[in-house]
């Protein structure tokens, strides 16, 4: 059984920090990417960043620069490093996972919540 964790959301205010944590069970982590999605209030939910079975990085543009993932195979964990945040970073962040070669996103974590206040 396939189990996404998540961790590490909070309040912050904006300007500050958070490190949201995934870990991953019952699947190859290896044969995986990873992705945070986030849905924020009255909003449909978004694409974040992934990051490949071979340490490919894609971001959303509003998050490039400010925003790192990165993945530790021997741990099967996934991290968001999220810096200088915004209240429009107020969301719920799901982490994600997809086996290599498939074209969708195959098991979603419940999610942790992330609140920037102003």
């Known amino acids: 059984q396939v189990q996404l964790a998540e961790s590490g959301g909070g309040l912050v205010q904006a300007g500050g920090s958070l490190r949201l944590s995934c870990a991953a069970s019952?699947?190859?982590?290896?044969?995986?990417?990873m992705a945070w999605f986030r849905q924020a209030p009255g909003k449909e939910r978004e694409f974040v960043v992934a990051?490949?079975?071979?340490?490919?990085?894609r971001y959303l543009d509003s998050v490039q620069g400010r925003f790192t993932i990165s993945r530790d195979n021997a741990k099967s964990m996934v991290y968001l490093q999220m810096n200088n945040l915004k209240p429009e970073d107020t969301a719920v962040y799901y982490c994600v996972a997809q086996e290599y070669w498939r074209a969708q996103y195959d098991y979603w974590g419940q999610g942790t919540q992330v609140t920037v206040s102003s």
């Open positions: 990051i490949t079975w071979s340490d490919t990085t």
């Open positions: 019952g699947l190859t982590f290896t044969n995986y990417n």
